[in-house]
């Protein structure tokens, strides 16, 4: 019993069951800290939380049509063999079947959006980015009142 005692009563021993407790209180608020900055940072609606690539780094490549919708509806069958191919020097190019163009890309607004311009001559587009992944890309842009939403898989 005197052992107990004589613990309690060392100086050394003092605060230590103290200091045992806040640890883990201090990790738990550590960490919650950590993922609410995180979640935080997320740009993209469906996109990642955290990546090693650029955004460039992950836009620049080849996309085919996984999934396209008007409004909604799926109009994925209409746009078999459609690719997108954006370059990291900011060129952009297109083809389906025997329609083809090229044209300029680069981010805007804080980089959550693409402007495509001069694509065959026409008129600029903006496109909405949904999520921007290493082999995903989704987007949408508004043709009038129509909504286009593509979701694009690394070709």
């Known amino acids: 019993m005197k052992s107990k005692i004589h613990e309690l009563n060392n100086p050394f021993n003092k605060g230590v069951s103290k200091t045992k407790n806040k640890i883990p209180v201090l990790i738990l608020l550590f ?3 950590i993922l609410t900055t995180i979640s935080g940072c ?10 090693i690539h650029t955004k460039t780094e992950r836009v620049a490549n080849t996309w085919k049509v996984d999934n396209y919708k008007v409004n909604g509806s799926d ?4 746009l078999a063999g459609y690719v997108e191919t954006y370059s990291k020097d900011g060129n952009f190019s297109f083809s389906w079947g ?7 890309w680069a981010f805007q607004n804080n980089d959550a959006e693409i402007r495509i311009t001069g694509t065959s001559n026409q008129s600029s587009e903006t496109l909405y ?3 921007l992944e ?3 890309f ?9 909504k286009k ?3 694009m898989i690394e070709n």
């Open 138 to 146: 989704w987007y949408y842009y508004m043709d009038g009142n129509d």
């Open 42 to 51: 997320k740009k993209y609606q469906d996109g990642p939380i955290f990546s």
């Open 149 to 151: 939403e593509f979701h």
């Open 31 to 33: 960490t919650g800290l």
């Open 134 to 136: 290493e082999k995903q």
């Open 98 to 104: 025997s329609v083809a163009g090229t044209g300029k």
């Open 129 to 131: 980015i949904l999520k």
């Open 75 to 78: 109009y994925t069958s209409l």
